[in-house]
């Protein structure tokens, strides 16, 4: 995915009111632009990090810029974007990035399916394959306050705050691998400082659990990393997902 405009960039005053954060740039000075993550963020900024923005050109938007990806101060690029992610993994499937989901002919995005008024975020199909149902969740906290021995460093933890809507997804994904469809939740993961993918088990317990009984019955777990620059997000090579 490569950004047009150019991104701008931005210094981070604070976010706020989940939607919302403060920036300040050396010649527009300081003004509001729009975070679309509705996630808790959990360790993923601070006060004077570098951030990127993209333009949307709209004089009548009450926001018009939208915080796209971060540079840490100490060096770690994040996407921010939760928005992004079905196009990020849309393209690396198409560029043949992921080995496990090559094959199928169609790509439908946000089709409706399961028991709970759900949508896949993406729905993979072909003549000579069964259905494949990719739910796709971001990763982005990475605990390195964690003080567990057993934990390497670049430990990364999904979900960042109780998540039902998660654990609703997994239920989902339980039904469709026992129907005999493939049910693959994809991790995609957005920090370059995260190595591995586990469940946020001291976040929300009831997830990991739920995740460990959708394993068993047989939902495949991905894990990918992205390369994230001013310019553009793309996905890169697989990480290994740690069960405990």
């Not at 989901?101 to 008024?117: D, M, T």
Request: hydrophobic share 35%.
């Amino acid at each position: 995915m490569k950004f047009s405009p150019p991104l701008l960039q931005a210094t981070l005053i604070k976010r706020y009111k989940r939607f919302l954060a403060d920036v300040v740039h050396d010649q527009l000075g300081g003004f509001t632009v729009h975070c679309p993550n509705t996630g808790s963020m959990k360790n993923c900024w601070a006060e004077g990090d570098t951030v990127y923005l993209l333009d949307s050109q709209n004089p009548n938007r009450k926001y018009q810029y939208t915080w796209i990806s971060s540079q840490t101060r100490n060096g770690y690029w994040l996407c921010l974007n939760t928005h992004l992610a079905n196009q990020i993994v849309i393209e690396g499937i198409e560029n043949q990035m992921v080995s496990e989901l090559q094959g199928y002919s169609a790509i439908k995005p946000e089709v409706k399916y399961g028991e709970e008024n759900s949508r896949i975020d993406l729905l993979l199909t072909s003549e000579n394959k069964a259905d494949c149902y990719v739910e796709i969740k971001t990763v982005t906290l990475l605990e390195e306050q964690i003080s567990d021995e057993t934990l390497e460093t670049g430990r990364g933890f999904f979900p960042d705050a109780v998540s039902t809507r998660g654990q609703k997804h997994l239920r989902e994904l339980m039904t469709i691998a026992d129907s005999g469809s493939r049910a693959v939740l994809f991790f995609l993961v957005q920090h370059s400082g995260i190595k591995s993918v586990s469940a946020a088990a001291h976040i929300d317990p009831k997830y990991a659990q739920l995740l460990s009984e959708a394993i068993n019955a047989g939902v495949e777990i991905l894990c990918y990393r992205t390369h994230i620059s001013p310019a553009e997000i793309r996905l890169q090579e697989s990480l290994p997902f740690i069960y405990k």
